[in-house]
């Protein structure tokens, strides 16, 4: 067994035709090989419910068989396990396989493996020697997948690590996006091509469980944590990219804001010019998704809303048509950014950045998670006071609503390591209710701010009225249901040992 290293990296077709005359490159005669590769799974796709892929790779008159572990792409990174062996297309040994568990599994399913798709692409690929002792392989892989009677294109560089460390590998990449645009890829042939055989549109990702266990190092959960938030970040650039489906653009909010509210968690123990880089950059990103977010939801809720309080009104019409050319201009402003040079460098290197950090010596995780959580259930409780206090308003409750958004993302991070049962599911719920109360609320101040952008004096009263109406309503439930919570013991007191 070996275990793959490498950075997937896209790029179009006039960025893959200059790369070959890149200073690092244009000196070395390149390796060219024609690849095909004949991927199998069962006709119910057990291998890749599994996580497992299984293909033969014909490169001239060879016939390898390889067998690998999927792996999360995240800022272009993937490190995987792989088996090869030379064999014959239709027979699969699997004898070469030493983790018990995958080769039975992989036997148990020998006799129903069938052909599922190919890809064929030219390889030309330069070997280069960083240092002495440090050897990394550069291949661009131009070509196609061929699915379910579709094809789409692969234009792609995958940089390997052969030996030497996996900083290197990410100074090969800063160093090749100096000049080349070339952005992190979120998934891989494989991934891709189940899609494109199955001809599934695109959804928008949600969050993944994150497997944190007891025993890992604070540092190492929160580079498990964050390296799954940009992952969930990148399952959603291309929908906001190409689309105008609005749950791309929530999701992919949603994951810079899990990603920020880790960052708060381990900030005493994250070197502070790691925060003083990243986190203005992600606070950024995530402002240019606002508005786009901000205006979606004002037309596909609050002015639907408003159109049946206020039948016939041309007010409705006024706000609709200011509300559409806002959210255009907003929404190429979003695609423009994640399209843009700044954010693949910032993939990067932010993901280089993870996987550097040190070690502290904070102790396993779990002694870590009762402090941090009390912290945070604090921080709800003096918000919670603030919000009630006379004169609290808008802006307080706005606040609110992000203390129990950090907790609410804290308790499913660390959600594996309590003991499940319902103090845990209460718990979680009425925080989730609470953040959801408060979210209505919230969109209430957007619509009340965006309305009294769009029109202006006495023809936006009346509406401005009746929000200011919806938002006192809702006063009574936030009260009942933050006395319910006040009086809801924390599930961290029995977090699992």
């Known amino acids: 067994m070996s275990t793959e290293t490498e950075i997937k990296l896209s790029l179009s077709a006039r960025v893959a035709s200059q790369l070959p005359r890149h200073p690092l490159l244009a000196d070395r005669t390149p390796r060219r090989q024609l690849l095909i590769n004949t991927y199998y799974d069962t006709p119910d796709h057990r291998l890749r419910e599994n996580g497992i892929v299984v293909r033969y790779r014909q490169q001239g008159r060879e016939w390898l068989l390889g067998v690998k572990t999927a792996a999360q792409l995240t800022g272009g990174l993937a490190q995987r396990k792989e088996w090869e062996l030379r064999g014959k297309p239709g027979e699969f040994d ?31 690929a330069w070997m280069l020697e960083p240092r002495a002792g440090a050897r990394i392989e550069v291949a661009l892989d131009r070509g196609w997948i061929e699915a379910g009677g579709r094809r789409q294109a692969i234009r792609e560089v995958e940089l390997e690590l052969c030996t030497g460390e996996l900083g290197e590998l990410f100074d090969l990449a800063s160093t090749l996006q100096v000049t080349l645009p070339l952005h992190p890829e979120a998934s891989s042939k494989s991934e891709r091509a189940y899609r494109l055989s199955a001809d599934l549109p695109m959804t928008a990702g949600k969050a993944m469980p994150v497997p944190v266990e007891a025993g890992l190092s604070s ?84 002015v639907p809303a408003l159109a049946v309080v206020f039948p016939n009104h041309v007010e409705i019409e006024q706000l609709l048509s200011y509300g559409r050319r806002r959210r255009s201009s907003s929404r190429q402003a979003a695609r423009r ?40 259930s604090k921080r709800v409780h003096q918000r919670a006071t603030e919000a009630e206090a006379e004169g609290g308003g808008d802006a307080a409750r706005h606040r609110l609503r992000l203390a129990f958004k950090q907790l609410r993302y804290a308790l499913e991070f660390f959600s594996p390591l309590f003991a499940t049962g319902p103090v845990l599911e209460g718990y979680h719920q009425s925080v989730s209710a609470l953040q959801e109360l408060l979210g209505s609320q919230n969109d209430l101040a957007v619509a009340t701010q965006l309305t009294g952008d769009a029109l202006a004096g006495a023809r936006a009263a009346p509406i401005l009225g009746w929000l200011a109406e ?3 309503a809702l006063l009574p439930e936030l009260r009942t249901r933050l006395d319910g919570f006040r009086q809801q013991p924390p599930p961290w007191q029995e977090l699992s040992q």
């Open 337 to 376: 950014a994640l399209t843009s040079l700044a954010y693949s460098r910032l993939l990067v290197d932010f993901t280089a950045a993870l996987v550097a950090l040190p070690e502290t010596g904070a102790g396993p995780v779990e002694t870590f998670v009762p402090r941090w959580l009390d912290k945070c």
């Open 219 to 302: 540092m190492g959960t929160f580079r498990l944590i964050a390296l799954a938030c940009v992952n969930h970040l990148q399952r959603n650039e291309q929908g906001v990219r190409q689309g105008d489906a609005p749950e791309f653009v929530h999701q992919a909010r949603v994951a810079i804001r899990r990603l920020r509210s880790a960052i708060r968690v381990w900030e005493r123990q994250l070197p502070e010019s790691f925060v003083a880089r990243f986190d203005p950059l992600w606070q950024e990103l995530a402002r240019q998704l606002g508005d786009t977010r901000n205006w979606d939801v004002f037309l596909t809720g609050s």
């Open 470 to 472: 919806q938002s006192e």
């Open 94 to 124: 699997f004898s070469h396989v030493d983790e018990s568990a995958i080769r039975e599994l992989l036997e148990s399913l020998r006799d129903h493996l069938q052909p599922v798709f190919t890809t064929r692409f030219t390889r030309q």
